[in-house]
């Protein structure tokens, strides 16, 4: 079954420092996709990445840059030069088995940027 | 081109009313889910819809929930006899019929019963 591990349930920084949230999934299947959503203090989700899972290429926008590595089923999301505005709960997320459409969802991890 | 609409934003429901939980999609979108997202925790899927046809509702609690998403209009979830444990954010993401997963999340309705 596909499962989605973010151990991290609360992280706190200072202004300026990184900060890399972990994601560990669990799939059988071939092919899927993995995302990664902010949900800020006003509630909303908001999407950051979507890659799919032929694509192991590291993908950097901005202060904010993912590491995919297939062989430890991992998709990392670095934040560089964190800022208070980073401060939210972040999700991973994975496409469910092949022929459905919903998404599993990790835990969410909460980051604190303190200035 | 409006994001997915949730309406109401907050709704608040004694134990034992209904609560009514609306979704209008993305122009374009054809499919429509629902997750729920309980305090403290991540989302968890409840219910993938097309155009009058419920495609997966693998995720819906068996009793006192339903969804719709008709020809015409919102989809619709509807909780009937609300308990507190009902209390949570709902979700309504939508995508378009060539890329599923080409999600676009609503802001959410929070419920809370008192």
């Known amino acids: 079954a596909q499962k989605v591990t973010q151990a991290q349930t609360e992280i706190s920084v200072v202004e300026k420092e990184d900060v890399t949230l972990d994601c560990v999934y669990e799939t059988r299947d071939t092919t899927y996709y993995l995302f990664w959503y902010k949900q800020p203090p006003s509630g909303e989700l908001v999407f950051l990445i979507r890659r799919n899972s032929f694509d192991e290429q590291n993908e950097i926008s901005g202060r904010y840059s993912w590491n995919f590595q297939k062989s430890t089923s991992s998709f990392n999301f670095t934040i560089t030069a964190s800022q208070v505005v980073d401060s939210a709960v972040y999700f991973c997320?994975?496409?469910?088995?092949?022929?459905?459409?919903?998404?599993?969802f990790g835990t969410g991890t909460r980051l604190q940027v303190f200035p | 081109n409006a994001g997915v609409m949730q309406n109401p934003r907050h709704l608040v429901r004694r134990r034992g009313q209904e609560a009514r939980l609306r979704c209008s999609p993305m122009k374009g979108h054809s499919h429509v889910y629902w997750y729920r997202q309980l305090p403290e925790e991540g989302l968890k899927f409840m219910v993938y819809?097309?155009?009058?046809?419920?495609?997966?509702e693998s995720g819906m609690p068996k009793e006192r929930f339903s969804a719709e998403f008709p020809k015409e209009g919102p989809s619709i979830l509807r909780i009937q006899q609300v308990v507190r444990g009902d209390s949570a954010a709902y979700f309504c993401?939508?995508?378009?019929?060539?890329?599923?997963?080409?999600?676009?999340f609503g802001s959410g309705t929070r419920l809370t019963v008192v």
């Open positions: 997320a994975l496409t469910g088995s092949y022929n459905t459409d919903k998404l599993i």
């Open positions: 819809l097309q155009k009058e046809n419920i495609i997966d």
């Open positions: 993401a939508s995508s378009p019929p060539q890329d599923s997963y080409g999600y676009t």
